[in-house]
Structures are given as C-alpha cells and as structure tokens.
T-cell receptor, first 116, second 112 residues
Framework: AQTVTQSQPEMSVQEAETVTLSCTYDTSESDYYLFWYKQPPSRQMILVIRQEAYKQQNATENRFSVNFQKAAKSFSLKISDSQLGDAAMYFCAYRSALNAGNMLTFGGGTRLMVKP | KAGVTQTPRYLIKTRGQQVTLSCSPISGHRSVSWYQQTPGQGLQFLFEYFSETQRNKGNFPGRFSGRQFSNSRSEMNVSTLELGDSALYLC???????????FGNGTRLTVT
C-alpha cells in the first residue's frame, strides 16, 4: 500500500515571500500521479497542481511549482509571492496509474498561515 | 456550470441511527468518489462509482455503503452510527480517470 507523509503540520510565511511545503511518499510502482490540494476554511478541496511521474519536468501553475524527485520519492510545493488568500490546509496526494479510478491517498496536511 | 453539490451541509445523528448523504456531481461527470475526513485519521477514501458501478472501495466496514443513479447522482449510507463516524464527508466528481477531481463543500456529520 502507498503512503504519503507531510512532515510539517504547520508553516507560516510573510506575505509576498516564498514558502516550500514538503511531501514524501512510499510506493513500489513506477507510474503514478501526484497532486497538491488546497482546503480553505470553506472546506472545499481545490486542485493546486498535478505531476505525472513519467514526466521529468516539474509542473508549474502560476505562483505554484513543484520539485519532484522520483528517486527520493519527494514532491514539495513551492509558493512564490505568497498572498493572504493562500492561507489554507494543503494536502499532498498520490494516485496509482495502474488503478482505473480516482482513488487518492492523502498525506496528513500542512496548515499554511500567511502573515500580512 | 454548477459545482459539486452535497446535501445536507450539517447533520446531527444519534449513535445507532443510520444516515444518508447526497452528492450531485458536475453535469456530465460520471465518476463520483467519497472521502471521510477526521482530525485523527485525515482524509480516507471510501468508494468510487462510475456509471452506476462501484469501481473502487476503501478499507471501511460494511456499515458504509453507497450507490450511484443513472443521472450520476450518488448517495452514501452509514448504518448503525458510531461516535467515531463523526467526520466531514467529501464528495468529488470527474469526467474520467485523467480528469481533475472537483470536490464539494462536504457534509459535516456529528454523532452523539
């Protein structure tokens, strides 16, 4: 079974600065997908970024980018120019490419606080 | 386009009762997944339905069940409620496997 670990329960960042959230995972599979989701107080999970394991290039979405290290099984999220609206719980998630479905395994989450 | 709609938003039940939660996916989405979120266990996958068939099932007891209707709407049922079933239940829909998951705002279930 796959596991996802987020070792930072809480992080804080000054507005306009950069912060990196860590995620490691354990799997014996070679083909899979990794995700970062954001959950604001509204409770709705929002997809931030997605990475396919077969792609060596790190995914980027505007101010959000990842550092995907397949051999180290590490998948960190970098948020640049942090904004107050970035404050939320962030979850790292794994999905097997072998499974014909949308079954995600989530990490425990990191609460990000943004200071004005 | 309307998002994923979950009803009700809040629910309070007594131990031993049963409960049904509803999820209406985004129009055109045929996959519906359910997740349980608790402070202790985090986010855990319950099950997924695609075209009215259960495609995946998580590691939950048989008290947790679900179904999907021909219009892709889904319900999940929990029978013989226990205090530990208190959680936020999230539903997510997608077009298919390679499409992103869209989550609803969840149903907060409290069991007393």
């Amino acid at each position: 079974a796959q596991t996802v670990t987020q070792s930072q329960p809480e992080m804080s960042v000054q507005e306009a600065e950069t912060v990196t959230l860590s995620c490691t995972y354990d799997t014996s599979e070679s083909d899979y997908y990794l995700f970062w989701y954001k959950q604001p107080p509204s409770r709705q999970m929002i997809l931030v970024i997605r990475q396919e394991a077969y792609k060596q290039q790190n995914a980027t979405e505007n101010r959000f980018s990842v550092n995907f290290q397949k051999a180290a099984k590490s998948f960190s999220l970098k948020i640049s120019d942090s904004q107050l609206g970035d404050a939320a719980m962030y979850f790292c998630a794994y999905r097997s490419a072998l499974n014909a479905g949308n079954m995600l395994t989530f990490g425990g989450g990191t609460r990000l606080m943004v200071k004005p | 386009k309307a998002g994923v709609t979950q009803t009700p938003r809040y629910l309070i039940k007594t131990r031993g009762q049963q409960v049904t939660l509803s999820c209406s996916p985004i129009s055109g989405h045929r996959s519906v997944s359910w997740y349980q979120q608790t402070p202790g266990q985090g986010l855990q996958f319950l099950f997924e339905y695609f075209s009215e068939t259960q495609r995946n099932k998580g590691n939950f007891p048989g008290r947790f069940s679900g179904r999907q209707f021909s219009n892709s709407r889904s319900e999940m049922n929990v029978s013989t409620l226990e205090l530990g079933d208190s959680a936020l239940y999230l539903c997510a829909s997608s077009l298919g496997v390679d499409s992103p998951l869209h989550f609803g705002n969840g149903t907060r279930l409290t069991v007393t």
